[in-house]
């Protein structure tokens, strides 16, 4: 049950890598005096033409070189060979930075592209690919103040992030157990959030928040610099916030944005209810405490073989089209997935596709409870997602973060939805409870890690924070979105230590996406459970032009309106609904 790699490379030994690598750096230097050779104003459309085929070429051998690396290092943590070899290219890919940018800026400078587009069926393919790069070219600074910012961030945000990498991966936590006391990884100790033991769970979140004052100016330190960074950068770039730059990232329209927030808000009443409820069964006096935010409710004692949720999962998705079933029983049946876990292979589960292969390949660490099968349904949608776009060329392809969840979710609605109709009485109430779990992470947490975000921001902007300060915005935050729903006393004012999402220079307001994609995915599921078979191919056209549109015209292509609040209420609904169902159960 472990993925096949042949397709990238026979072996890391495989004299092919050599050639390749090498193949690749004469392509870049092929690539670069194009660009170099430009006249400043041209007539016929080839020259871009070469230009971007060039690109793609040099892209398809990027991504063989980089998919074998790193889905050999994500099996074999210590293989040496496969370090090297990402290493090896992401050192290539940096030498493409400064051709890019002349390009772009020469873009620019060209007052009759439209032309040229329109003589040109290639280039009229790749029109928005060319108009977005004419658009980043506008927010770009000189070739030389770019060069420089690009060094000093190594030793400015991208120091700062590996700081925070390397103290948040050797964080430990002093807990007793047994008589004991231990110092476990933090995130084993996160993880007793899902102990059956309600004093288990208590006793870890108590020693986490203590486990935070060892690290917590260090870590103040690196948010507060990388948020500076950002905030000088991106006025420097002339974007008028760091959430204008985020949005303009993401594709996504501020109204969008804020009619998404606005019908949370209005939730957040109905989605506290569930917490109360849920501190009721749990047999908490008043509201729930931050600690039993993941505590099982009701036994799940379903199990699986790894055969059982391979025919379930190719069984059930014939409920949406025979081609997604035969996708996953291709994935299934030809070595896509490595399966089990086992030593030196990471954690978790993930999908990365391959456009030289028009395949992809996906890690799961499959256990055999009820998770497990969503998890594999989940990365099963992104490949099928990848699928739906081989016919694009790789810069048609790559879509942006509140758009990847979507096929994700929308394959685990499907089984989750399987599961739900299946089951018993006495099933129904965890499995309700799980799936309302997820939703209050991805949109009532996630609305308090956007709060906390724009007020770290505002703040910044005038000075540096304490680390009193930081937690006192972060239970702010809380207070404003759970409301009544949780204890106001055991909250988490470390969540901006806890979260990664906050110390990626280049990735800001890495929360609002999971609510998008959750509510988005959501909705189109309903959709489809409304309209039927003949949204099938909507959804697939859908997902094909993800990576070529602004947000608001990919959801256009199936009728719905991000900008106003009717399609999020309707989404929202759904989760409101189980609320009711599950607190008449
Ligand atoms: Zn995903």
């Not at 680390?467 to 207070?479: G, S, T």
Request: aromatic share 12%; net charge neutral.
């Amino acid at each position: 049950m472990k993925w096949d790699l042949s397709a990238f490379y026979q072996s890391m030994n495989d004299p092919q890598i050599e050639h390749e690598l090498k193949l690749l750096e004469t392509k870049i230097t092929d690539y670069t005096k194009l660009i170099d050779n430009l006249n400043t104003h041209i007539s016929s459309p080839s020259p871009i033409e070469n230009i971007l085929k060039k690109k793609i070429e040099i892209s398809l051998m990027f991504d063989r070189l980089r998919n074998f690396g790193y889905l050999t290092v994500s099996t074999e943590a210590k293989n040496q060979n496969a370090k090297s070899l990402v290493d090896k290219v992401q050192k290539l890919a940096t030498n493409t930075t400064k051709p890019q940018v002349k390009f772009q800026k020469w873009l620019l400078a060209q007052t009759n592209l439209n032309d040229l587009i329109n003589k040109n069926n290639f280039l009229k393919t790749h029109e928005f690919y060319l108009f977005e790069l004419i658009e980043d070219a506008k927010y770009l600074l000189t070739e030389d103040v770019e060069q420089t910012l690009s060094i000093l961030s190594q030793t400015g945000s991208n120091a700062w992030t590996n700081l925070y990498g390397t103290l948040s991966s050797t964080q430990t936590v002093e807990i007793e157990q047994d008589g004991k006391t231990l110092n476990l990884p933090l995130p084993v100790v996160r993880n007793m959030a899902y102990e059956l033991d309600q004093t288990t769970r208590k006793k870890a979140y108590e020693a986490e928040l203590k486990s935070y004052q060892m690290v917590e100016e260090s870590l103040s330190a690196a948010i507060n610099s990388i948020k500076g960074e950002v905030i000088e950068v991106s006025k420097m770039r002339g974007f008028a916030s760091p959430l204008d730059q985020s949005l303009y990232n993401s594709r996504l329209d501020k109204q969008a944005l804020n009619t998404m927030l606005e019908s949370i808000t209005d939730s957040l009443p109905i989605l506290r209810k569930y917490l109360l409820k849920k501190a009721q069964n749990l047999k908490h006096p008043g509201a729930l405490p931050f600690y039993d935010l993941f505590a099982p409710q009701g036994e799940l004692s379903l199990t699986f073989t790894y055969d059982q949720a391979k025919d379930f999962i190719i069984e059930n998705f014939k409920s949406f089209s025979s081609e997604l079933s035969d996708f996953a029983k291709h994935a299934f049946e030809h070595h896509w997935i490595d399966a089990l876990p086992r030593d030196g292979k990471r954690g978790g589960g993930f999908c990365s596709s391959s456009k030289a292969i028009k395949e992809s390949r996906i890690l799961t660490n499959f256990t055999g409870v009820f998770s497990d099968i969503g998890t594999l349904a989940h990365e099963l949608g992104h490949a099928y997602h990848s699928y739906c776009l081989n016919e694009e060329t790789s810069l048609n392809s790559s879509y942006p973060m509140p758009i990847a969840e979507t096929a994700s979710i929308f394959c685990e609605s499907i089984i989750k939805d399987a599961f739900f109709k299946k089951a018993s009485k006495e099933e129904k109430l965890p499995l309700l409870a799980s799936s309302l779990d997820d939703a209050i992470q991805c949109i009532v947490d996630i609305y308090s890690r956007y709060l906390f975000e724009s007020n770290l921001f505002e703040r910044r902007k005038a000075s540096t924070l304490s680390v009193n300060e930081l937690k006192d915005l972060m239970l702010d935050a809380q207070k404003q979105v759970y409301g009544e729903g949780l204890d106001h006393h055991t909250l988490h004012p470390y969540m901006w230590a806890c979260k990664p999402h906050y110390y990626y220079a280049s990735s800001n307001f890495y929360n609002f996406p999971y609510a998008f994609g959750l509510l988005f995915a959501k909705g189109l599921y309903s959709q489809f459970l409304i309209e039927g078979k003949p949204f099938v191919a909507k959804y697939k056209e859908l997902l094909k032009i993800t990576g070529k549109n602004k947000i608001v015209d990919i959801t256009q292509s199936v009728g719905i309106d991000i900008t106003t609040k009717t399609f999020w209420q309707n989404s929202l609904k759904l989760i409101e609904a189980d609320v009711k169902n599950f607190c008449s159960l």
